[in-house]
Every structure is written in C-alpha cells, then in structure tokens.
C-alpha cells in the first residue's frame, strides 16, 4: 500500500491496527557511471519494498531520493543534503508518521553513503523523544551477501557495478545504457592497507563515479538479487509486525515523555 494513494479515512483505519508497519525507503540523487540513473539507489529499494508489501502488507511512504553524497557532489547530478539536515529531517518525518498513530517505522536504506548517518540516527533516538519503535536496514545488500557471492563475476563491486547494475537490469531495463559501459578505472585510497579513514577515500578511489565491470551485469543475476532481498524483507517486516522489545524498552527508558 501507497501511503500517497490511500484516503485519509482508510489511512486512520490502518493506524488502529496494532501490526501495521510503515517503510521508509531512502536513497540518493547522484553519479552511478555513464550508464545508470542518478536515482537508481532509490528506484532499487523503492521498487523493492513494493514487491515486499504484496507478499507481506506494509505501508510505503514515497521514496526519498535526497540524501548524503557529500562525496559524489564533484559530478554532474548530486544533490547532497547536509548532515544535520537530513538528519532533523528524518526525525520529522519519523515523528508524522507518529503523529498519524503508526508507532511501528522501519528505514529501509540503498545508498552507501547512507550507512553511517542512519547508525547515528538510530543511536540519537536514545536522546529525544521517541514515542514510536525505530528499525533500520542501513545496509544496501542486507540480505544478498550469499547470492553475491555465488553469481559475482568481478572482484571489485560496490557503486553502479556488476552487482548495482544487475539490479537495474532487472527492475527498469529501459533506464539502461549499457551501450556506454566500460571496466572502471580506481585508484588507491590514501593510505591503503592502514586501518585508518582521510574525507577523501571515496574521491580518489572512485574518480570516475563508479567501480568495477559493470559488463558483467544481467537480467538474470538482477532477478536472484532482487528476490533475495524481497524475501529477507519480507522476514524483517513480519518480525517488526510482532516485536514487543522495542516499544516495551523506549516506555521503560521514558523515552516517550523526553
């Protein structure tokens, strides 16, 4: 179900029920290569909740394609949204959807750049009211990891590859050019082989906008990637639909009266 598509009157019906779980996908505007969409970590797990929700009924707010790509913004297409932004900005989203009486909100994230924000976000919610029980896939390929590694082709994945571009394949071939692929060219992060980070990992490993052979990319591969995440969200959302901890601990910790 369609949150933008469903009545005001059905939507207060929904939010009586005790199991109704409401999915927020997030994603990014950005560079994925000469042959994707700037938007395909938000087509991908937009597309992907959707599919969840007809196995398992959930409430799918609309995409949210802006994001942080602080370290994409050098090309073409990037619409980066500062830090603190987005984060007061996920907060009110979170607390509307409270506000409607959904009290169960699940993040459901496709963009890398993403990850570490919403581990702060979840962690935050220890400080400021939250009257509502916050679950969050921070991971892009949560769910996939055996898969990828059955159908890989190509050492280096990870933006607009083999493996993103097999996703895309799959749900929205027609956004494809697949006539301007060619191997990626990286380069070595400063400071390789230290476990130590520098602002600009991304830029110098990454200075094309995408990584790996996305040649390798298939239909078919995008099919098994795909289903797989369905199902393991399909798992997590019959999960939440059940879960008593969280609500119980936030009412424990007072943090529903902060």
């Known amino acids: 179900m369609k949150w933008e598509e469903l009545t005001a009157d059905d939507l207060a019906e929904l939010s009586r029920r005790n199991d109704s ?112 029980s916050l679950y969050i896939l921070a991971e892009p390929w949560a769910f996939e990891q055996k898969v990828l590694q059955e159908i890989r082709e190509t050492d280096e994945i990870g933006h607009a590859c083999e493996i993103e571009t097999s996703f895309m394949l799959y749900l929205h071939p027609e956004l494809c050019r697949m006539e301007r692929v060619k191997p990626a060219k990286t380069k070595p992060k400063p400071l390789s082989g230290i476990p130590a980070i520098t602002p600009v990992d991304w830029v110098v490993y990454c200075p094309e906008g995408y990584v790996g052979d996305p040649e390798k990319a298939t239909e078919e591969k995008g099919r098994r990637l795909v289903e797989t995440y369905v199902n393991g969200l399909v798992e997590t959302i019959r999960k939440i639909k059940e879960d008593k901890v969280v609500g119980e601990t936030v009412k424990l910790l007072g943090l529903d009266k902060l």
Do not use: W
């Open 21 to 132: 779980v409401v999915v927020v996908p997030i994603g990014s505007l950005e560079k994925h290569g000469p042959h994707l969409p700037l938007g395909t970590d938000g087509l991908t797990i937009y597309k992907i909740a959707l599919n969840a929700s007809e196995i398992e009924p959930c409430i799918i707010l609309p995409p949210l394609f802006y994001s942080y790509v602080a370290d994409m913004r050098q090309f073409p297409g990037a619409i980066n949204i500062r830090e603190d932004l987005l984060l007061n900005f996920l907060e009110n989203v979170c607390e509307e959807v409270s506000r409607n009486g959904f009290k169960k909100i699940l993040i459901v994230n496709g963009h890398g750049g993403n990850v570490s924000l919403l581990r702060l976000f979840a962690a935050s919610r220890l400080t400021r009211k939250t009257d509502y």
